[in-house]
């Protein structure tokens, strides 16, 4: 295992975000901490493990510090080769990772209404996500007022979940299309566009002149 294989100049640096700071939800600890299997991507990697984490895999990461990892194993991030087992990993910096996938068992445990609650007041946008070099679809929810281009400003929160979502690597699907959330480092994200899920496509026009009223293409400008 190369030393260091995952040490490389934080894009946070860049963004003008010290290694470190703390997000809103940093101080978020629900319950005890368990570990929650992970399989994360990077650009030339995918891990495959547990985390050591108490609360919500997302506040987790949002900390932006260093995170326990036990059981992991490791290959190409296509999936070309089989995974090997990586006993010398103990610990992964969440900066290094662009995407990470998140089932029910990153979350504590809720009641149906807690979690309809966690998306009361937010609007939700279908879009899709290009993180170099992977491409996410999915649904994100954000407050209203706030378009999904936004998500490529700077932010205390380091990653953003999509709901529903699915992740290419060129033509090869890399994450499982029964996974509930994929949580995309906002760091790496190289472009935002509103799409059809059906598709993957931004919205085609439809022939002829509007009736009136304010059509869709309007509020998404």
């Known amino acids: 295992m190369p030393f260091g294989f995952l040490r490389r100049r934080k ?19 629900a319950g005890q901490a368990r570990g929650v299997p992970f399989i994360a991507l990077t650009e030339d ?6 985390m050591d984490i108490s609360g919500r895999l997302s506040d987790a990461l949002n900390r932006r510090e260093a995170i326990a990892i036990t059981d992991v194993s490791w290959g ?16 992964v ?5 662009i995407l990470v996938t998140a089932g029910d068992e990153s979350l504590p445990p809720l009641t149906e209404p807690e979690r309809t609650a966690l998306k009361v007041h937010k609007v939700a946008y279908d879009v899709a996500l290009e993180a170099p070099p992977f491409r996410v679809v999915g649904t994100v929810y954000l407050h209203p007022g706030s378009e999904p281009e936004r998500l490529l400003d700077r932010s205390s929160e380091m990653f953003v979940p999509v709901v529903g979502a699915l992740a290419r690597l060129g ?36 022939p002829g002149s509007p009736l009136g009223g304010t059509s ?6």
């Open 93 to 97: 910096d969440p900066y290094d990772l």
């Open 45 to 50: 990697w995918r891990l495959r493990g547990q």
């Open 171 to 206: 033509d090869v699907e890399v994450t499982d299309p029964e996974v509930e959330v994929i949580l995309v480092n906002r760091f790496y994200l190289r472009g935002v566009t509103q799409v059809d899920r059906r598709t993957g496509e931004p919205h085609q026009k439809l």
């Open 76 to 91: 190409p991030p296509d999936g070309s080769a089989p995974l090997e087992e990586a006993p010398g990993l103990r610990s």
């Open 11 to 29: 894009p946070g640096d860049a963004a003008g975000n010290a290694p470190g700071s703390v997000t809103p939800d940093a101080s978020i600890h």
């Open 216 to 221: 869709w293409q309007d509020r998404s400008r």
